[in-house]
């Protein structure tokens, strides 16, 4: 099946450092790509859009000069959160998209990035 | 617009009884609905999806689910718990008028009692 691969899976950083998350379609093309952040007990919140080549589209209330998304091939996206505060600490979940044949529209999900600053 | 409301935060059964996860979707648009599984500080896994084909759409690990237009349910059962059952269960609807963008439910965070 279709895998996502998101690195690392746990990063600790100090107040003011940017951190970069990684993610990759290993087996499939993803025009889009999706990342999400998940409080602890809570659902998903999808924070932005990535479509390769184009600038991300935000969700309202995630500023996108503190999230940056880059998503410069068909297999890999990148988040990274500048000047890291504590309140970005969470659980950080990306997912990418097959826009092919009866996958179409399934989201394939990595297994997050924990991130704690502090 | 889409929602999704699943109608219990916890479910606990015993290992070897079934289990039922409700869900009820609201949307303006027919509706693909999927139900994923994260365990924990892991990403989600998908169990199964229905996309306006058969309305009893079977999963993975013994998963099945039945979409009901009347009821606008799209509940998940399995005859059988087992252990490694136990996770977070999240129901998800999407719809080509607002770009397939997945709306999640709050989760349903199933215990199996051995």
């Known amino acids: 099946g279709a895998v996502v691969s998101q690195h690392p899976s746990w990063v600790i950083c100090k107040s003011g450092t940017s951190v970069k998350i990684e993610c990759r379609s290993l087996?499939?093309?993803?025009?889009?790509m999706f990342w999400y952040r998940q409080f602890p007990k809570q659902s998903l919140m999808l924070m932005a859009t990535?479509?390769?080549?184009?600038?991300?589209?935000?969700e309202q209330g995630v500023e996108k000069d503190k999230f940056l998304i880059n998503h410069a091939s068909l297999t890999l996206s990148t988040l990274t959160v500048t000047s890291a505060h504590p309140e970005d600490s969470s659980f950080y979940i990306c997912?990418?998209?097959?826009?092919?044949?009866?996958?179409?529209?399934?989201?394939?999900f990595g297994a997050g990035t924990r991130l704690s600053v502090l | 617009a889409q929602s999704v409301t699943q109608l219990d935060s916890h479910v606990s059964v015993s290992e070897g009884t079934p289990v039922l996860l409700r869900c009820n979707y609201s949307?303006?648009?027919?509706?693909?609905l999927f139900w994923y599984v994260q365990h924990p500080n892991k990403g989600l896994q998908l169990l199964l999806k229905?996309?306006?084909?058969?309305?009893l759409v079977k999963g993975i690990n013994g998963f099945e689910a039945e979409f009901k237009k009347s009821e606008t349910s799209f509940h998940l059962t399995k005859p059988s718990a087992h252990m490694s059952d136990a996770a977070e269960y999240f129901c998800?609807?999407?719809?080509?008028?607002?770009?397939?963008?997945?709306?999640f439910g709050t989760g349903t965070s199933l215990t199996v009692i051995p």
């Open positions: 997912s990418a998209r097959d826009s092919w044949g009866v996958a179409k529209n399934i989201q394939y």
């Open positions: 087996d499939f093309q993803a025009t889009t």
């Open positions: 990535s479509n390769e080549g184009s600038k991300a589209t935000y």
């Open positions: 949307s303006s648009y027919s509706p693909s």
């Open positions: 229905y996309t306006s084909a058969a309305t």
């Open positions: 998800v609807v999407s719809a080509p008028n607002t770009g397939n963008q997945f709306y």
